[in-house]
């Protein structure tokens, strides 16, 4: 079908247009730009009026017009002058990162994460090329990534199986309810798939494996790094204990209540402690408590944040 110069042109406005709204979907100076966009709308900056040199004149047409004269701004000119002193601050942290902190493998590592688990990027790209073609374009780069991510990916599975379930997986993010998933982020739009109610893991599993497994490489390191700091605290070798005591102490620490929650913990172990006692009337304990206007724990904010703190796994409350 032939088309016009003009039907041409509307159709590059219209790519240019959508192209524009998935880098602000995309962007990470949200608050930046949307500060940008009101100064250069308003002429204000959170609800401050930018350039005033006088007071606001009288409510009459005469006083708005002097009002507006004294108002005078280069706003294109403060909007360049900011934005480069802040692309100069994150430049600045960029390559304090990439030398001081990150290596190269760690660079390449973080490169290919992001590149398995963004999936708000991928979602404003299907929104914009379509399911089909989108993961046509992007499996060769995803594969790439899994592939480093898992070096022994294709001794389990085919690539053409895989590429499959990477078409299917492409195709349901697509087809997710655009209310559902706007308020969410990666890691919520993840466990979307990860739900076992919803069910969007079904015959896809090897690159939901994938995709768990990204996760895993950098965000829970730390976790694990603090567990194993918790279980050595409590494999004392001046207190020998058991490989099954060793790992319920472990779960306690854990995943258990915080120190002002253990009561019931504390309470337990006492009666099974005073249960022993020789004496019939001493097996209750003989602890004294001499008054009941104790509050207990209410000294500080530091220990009410703890106070206030859930459990993960609610268990001897």
Not at 90 to 109: A, K, P
Not at 123 to 137: D, P, R
Not at 180 to 189: H, K, S
Request: hydrophobic share 40%.
């Amino acid at each position: 079908m032939y088309k016009s110069d003009k039907d041409g042109e509307a159709w590059n406005e219209t790519k240019m247009k959508k192209e524009m709204k998935i880098k602000e979907e995309i962007c990470q100076w949200e608050t930046f730009h949307g500060d940008v966009r009101k100064m250069k709308s308003k002429s204000e900056y959170r609800g401050v009026v930018i350039g005033c040199l006088a007071e606001d004149g009288s409510k009459t047409r005469a006083g708005a017009s002097q009002t507006m004269r004294v108002r005078l701004l280069d706003v294109d000119k403060v909007v360049e002058t900011v934005t480069e002193r802040a692309r100069s601050v994150t430049t600045f942290l960029h390559t304090g990162l990439s030398n001081s902190v990150y290596t190269g493998g760690d660079v390449i590592m973080i490169n290919n994460v992001r590149r398995l688990l963004d999936l708000k990027t991928l979602i404003a790209e299907i929104n914009l090329h379509g399911a089909a073609s989108t993961s046509s374009v992007k499996w060769r780069a995803w594969s790439d990534s899994a592939k480093f991510i898992e070096n022994d990916l294709f001794a389990r599975i085919s690539a053409d199986e895989l590429r499959l379930q990477f078409r299917d997986f492409v195709r349901r993010l697509g087809d997710l309810q655009k209310e559902e998933v706007e308020e969410l982020d990666n890691t919520g739009l993840f466990g979307l798939f990860l739900d076992p109610q919803k069910e969007l893991y079904l015959n896809i599993e090897s690159v939901i494996s994938v995709m768990a497994r990204a996760g895993l490489v950098m965000g829970l390191e730390s976790v694990v790094e603090s567990w194993v700091s918790k279980m050595e605290h409590h494999n004392n070798p001046k207190r020998a204990l058991s490989q099954e005591r060793l790992e319920n102490e472990s779960m306690v620490a854990i995943n258990g209540p915080a120190v002002p929650h253990c009561d019931g913990i504390v309470e337990e172990a006492l009666e099974l402690y005073w249960a022993k006692a020789k004496r019939v009337g001493e097996r209750g304990g003989h602890w004294i408590r001499k008054s009941d206007n104790i509050i207990p724990y209410i000294v500080s904010a530091a220990v009410d944040t703890i106070v206030n703190k859930k459990p993960e796994v609610n268990f001897m409350m």
